[in-house]
């Protein structure tokens, strides 16, 4: 069975610091994907990760890819209020018509 | 550019009631995407088109749900009967690609209540 798993699955922390939120895979796959929703909106787009050792950055998130591992993370850097969302990662596989399998999501909280 | 959109965004009705959805997606994009989204989860795929074609229904009770996409632009997902366990929101995605893969870019949501 395909198999997303985000770890922690709740996280609070205060502004300032710096955390990073695991994402492994059970199977092979083409693109890695992060998403972050909003409480009551829909999902936007953060980042695609294509390749192994994929690294990409925007503001005080960054994120990376080890295909070998099967594992992508998402790093933030000192913290603001603002990035409190819930962040879903996201894998698609080429044999099930690029159907994404999404993790449980890691629900963020910062504190100011 | 314009994004996806949805409507209703919500919407109330009683278990054995019917219900419609309606999403018109990014122009151009050749591949729609309709997920069930229950709190505190992550999306789940209902159903995937390309242009006004299925791809992948897999996941789509269909004794109970229908979706089509006529002419390849805009879509409807039905539900009929509903039970309160489709309490849930219904989140409409398309992507360029017409072999589906790459990035989905998320409508609104319509929040449905089953009571």
């Known amino acids: 069975e395909l198999k997303v798993e985000q770890n922690p699955l709740f996280l609070s922390m205060q502004e300032g610091k710096n955390y990073t939120i695991y994402c492994n895979y059970s199977?092979?796959?083409?693109?890695l994907y992060w998403y972050r929703q909003d409480p009551g909106k829909s999902l936007e787009s953060l980042f695609v990760?294509?390749?192994n050792g994929a690294v990409k950055q925007e503001g005080r998130l960054m994120a990376s890819l080890d295909t070998k591992a099967r594992l992508s993370t998402l790093h933030i850097t000192a913290a603001v209020h603002d990035l409190s969302a819930t962040y879903f990662c996201?894998?698609?596989?080429?044999?099930?018509?690029?159907?994404?399998?999404w993790g449980a999501g890691t629900k963020l909280i910062i504190k100011p | 550019e314009a994004g996806v959109a949805q409507s209703p965004r919500y919407k109330i009705i009683e278990k054995r009631q019917s219900v419609a959805f309606w999403c018109n997606p990014i122009?151009?994009?050749?591949?729609l995407y309709w997920y069930q989204q229950i709190l505190g989860q992550g999306p789940k795929l209902l159903i995937q088109?390309?242009?006004?074609?299925?791809?992948?229904d897999s996941q789509l009770p269909k004794d109970r749900f229908s979706a089509e996409r006529l002419k390849g632009v805009d879509s409807t997902l039905k539900i009929q009967p509903a039970k309160l366990e489709d309490s849930a929101v219904y989140l409409c995605?398309?992507?360029?690609?017409?072999?589906?893969?790459?990035?989905?870019?998320f409508g609104p949501g319509t929040r449905l209540l089953v009571l």
């Open positions: 990760l294509l390749s």
């Open positions: 996201a894998v698609d596989v080429s044999d099930s018509n690029y159907q994404l399998i």
């Open positions: 122009s151009g994009h050749a591949t």
């Open positions: 995605a398309s992507s360029p690609r017409a072999g589906g893969g790459g990035t989905q870019y």
């Open positions: 199977t092979t796959s083409d693109r």
């Open positions: 088109f390309q242009n006004n074609g299925v791809v992948d």
